[in-house]
């Protein structure tokens, strides 16, 4: 019945943005723990950014300043507004929430390069 969709995964060149968003199947007005994780290849599953249970907003370091975590409850989506992007940022972007148990998506591939 809950169903993650993330979009806007691309090719970009360094410096350069993308918005990633999380399509969910569900209502998520209320909803407050969920957020985004990426994967680069060699490399362990991370926290990029999430809503908190208590209503917090939080960044992993390599991030802040660069990336920002929203959502639009009348759209049922979340987005991440990625700007000054990295070679290191290149990575699947899986949205993930917690709706009385955990739920993720299929990801989005996210390229930097020149």
């Known amino acids: 019945q809950v169903r993650l969709v993330e979009s806007g995964g691309g090719l970009v060149p360094p410096g350069g943005s993308l918005t990633l968003s999380c399509e969910f199947s569900?209502?998520?007005?209320?909803?407050?723990?969920m957020g985004w994780y990426r994967q680069a290849p060699g490399k362990q599953r991370e926290l990029v950014a999430a809503?908190?249970?208590?209503?917090?907003?939080i960044y992993e370091d390599p991030v802040k300043g660069r990336f920002t975590i929203s959502r639009d409850v009348t759209k049922d989506t979340m987005y991440l507004q990625m700007n000054s992007l990295k070679t290191e940022d290149t990575a699947i972007y899986y949205c993930?929430?917690?709706?009385?148990?955990?739920?993720w998506g299929q990801g989005t591939q996210v390229t930097v390069s020149s």
């Open positions: 809503f908190t249970s208590g209503g917090d907003i």
């Open positions: 993930n929430a917690w709706i009385w148990t955990e739920y």
């Open positions: 569900v209502r998520i007005a209320g909803l407050s723990r």
